[in-house]
């Protein structure tokens, strides 16, 4: 098994589905002796989703709890095949999130054919601001597994490997490893994520795992196994990771 320092994509209770606090997912990420943790709640477009305050008011958290940095994002919907998101407009212009990602949920966008799939996923990679895109490994949504990869590359957007996969959509082992193994051909970062919606399976990669193993997949594709990785790729997008309010505070009792 391979070293993997962080998480990628993890939900709290926040979400409508979701079992576990902020809290209690940093203490699966302890467990899982992880050094950082994605928290990247859904978007307002899946039913039971916060609004938009939830995600502007990220500045509030501290980004370091129990030892495990944090980067707070979203996960937002792909909702057209011209790849309009929903990411909160405030929270978007405010800088005030850290990692964003973009998916195709059957609430927000119902599956058609591959054409349509693969012209959805490859718009939404080219709003700058889209850091990876979840779980297309996806037999509901089936796409052109090559072109999308080809446009990961030209818009640098990384590719997500999800381990929730393997057990909730069914039907996505074989997809995610002829992924993978077109990352490698196009030499695309991957990034892995648990999806868990519960403390327990933050970070916790066995599928993945055995997923890279099959694609052959180098550790230098794989954003989780250095951290600097991820937070140099999204400083160089403007991203104010770790940035606290406190700190800013504190400077205006110093004589
Ligand atoms: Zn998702
Ligand atoms: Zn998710």
């Not at 519960?198 to 916790?204: A, E, N």
């Not at 997949?217 to 406190?246: H, M, S, W």
Request: hydrophobic letters at 40%; proline letters at 5%; one cysteine or more.
């Amino acid at each position: 098994m391979r070293k993997y320092l962080l998480d990628g994509h993890t939900h709290t209770l926040a979400c409508g589905h979701g079992y576990s606090t902020l809290t209690e997912l940093v203490q699966g990420a302890v467990a899982a002796n992880l050094e950082m943790m994605c928290m990247t709640e859904h978007a307002p477009g899946i039913p039971g989703a916060p609004g938009a305050m939830f995600f502007s008011n990220y500045r509030i958290i501290p980004r370091e709890i129990m030892g495990v940095k944090l980067l707070l994002g979203i996960e937002s919907n792909i909702l057209d095949t011209q790849g309009n998101l929903d990411v909160p407009k405030r929270a978007l212009e405010k800088n005030r999130l850290d990692i964003i990602s973009a998916s195709l949920h059957e609430y927000c966008i119902p599956p058609t054919n591959k054409k349509d799939h693969t012209e959805a996923v490859m718009a939404a990679m080219n709003h700058s601001y889209v850091d990876f895109i979840c779980h297309l490994g996806n037999p509901s949504y089936p796409i052109d597994i090559k072109a999308v990869v080809a446009e990961a590359k030209k818009t640098n957007t990384m590719i997500e490997i999800n381990n929730g996969s393997i057990f909730i959509r069914w039907g996505s082992l074989e997809n995610c490893v002829e992924i993978a193994k077109e990352c490698v051909a196009q030499e695309v970062p991957m990034i892995v994520g648990s999806d868990a919606h519960y403390h327990t399976d933050v970070g916790r990669f066995p599928y993945v795992d055995k997923i890279m193993d099959l694609a052959q997949v180098p550790d230098e594709l794989i954003v989780n196994l250095d951290c600097k990785r991820l937070t140099d790729y999204l400083k160089a997008k403007g991203r104010k990771l770790f940035a606290n309010p406190r700190e800013t505070a504190d400077d205006l009792f110093k004589d």
